[in-house]
């Protein structure tokens, strides 16, 4: 079955520094993944994801994600936070069962603080 | 372009009665999923709707329904509402032709079963 881990359920960060948001998978097969941001009050945005080819992968907002199949892990990385990336961060997995979207497991979630 | 809407934003029930929220997906998107979001977790697979039918479905029990109608809008239905239905519902919508699994999502119906 797949599944995916988030071990953080917070991560504070100073404006201007570098920030990680941790995640690794398990699924059968060579894996979906995404990464979704939420702001309060509102549904879910899609930021980046993985499927196949160059393992940065580059998304909105500044986010990119590194894909490292040995340690089956999704890191969510921007060099430089701002105040406004502060969110509830979700990384999300998905076996290729079909050729469009379908069901997607999701992380319990991320919390990103960044102070200014 | 309209992005996916949802309705009603807030619900408050009673244990026991019956609830149906409503998805319209992004123009162009023909298939519909939806999540159930319980407070502070990430949002867990329901089931997910195409060409009318329900394709695949999550974890939970019977008492959760769907529909889909020809212009690719969605219900969901929960019957005999528990106290542990509350949650934020969330629908999301994709294209089976075109770009493979971004799924756009709704800003959610938050339930509150009393």
């Known amino acids: 079955a797949q599944s995916v881990a988030q071990p953080e359920d917070q991560v504070n960060v100073a404006e201007g520094n570098p920030l990680t948001v941790k995640c690794t998978y398990s699924?059968?097969?060579?894996?979906?993944l995404f990464w979704y941001v939420q702001y309060p009050n509102r549904g879910l945005q899609f930021l980046l994801k993985?499927?196949?080819?160059?393992?940065l992968v580059k998304g909105s907002y500044g986010f990119e994600a590194e894909f490292n199949k040995s340690q089956t892990s999704f890191h969510l990385k921007k060099p430089s936070a701002l105040v406004s990336d502060s969110a509830l961060y979700f990384c999300a997995v998905r076996a290729p069962m079909y050729s469009s979207a379908s069901k997607i497991i999701f992380g319990s979630g991320t919390r990103l603080s960044i102070r200014p | 372009d309209a992005g996916v809407t949802q309705s009603p934003t807030h619900l408050i029930k009673t244990r026991g009665q019956q609830v149906t929220l409503r998805c319209s997906p992004k123009?162009?998107?023909?298939?519909v999923s939806w999540y159930q979001q319980a407070l502070g977790q990430g949002p867990q697979f329901i089931f997910q709707y195409y060409e009318e039918e329900e394709r695949q479905r999550g974890n939970f029990p019977d008492r959760f329904s769907g529909h889909q109608f020809p212009n690719y809008s969605s219900e969901l239905n929960v019957n005999a509402l528990l106290l542990g239905d509350s949650a934020l519902y969330l629908c999301a919508s994709s294209s089976d032709k075109g770009r493979l699994d971004e799924q756009y999502f709704g800003p959610g119906t938050r339930l509150t079963v009393t």
């Open positions: 123009s162009g998107h023909d298939t």
């Open positions: 699924v059968s097969g060579n894996p979906y």
């Open positions: 993985y499927i196949t080819g160059d393992n």
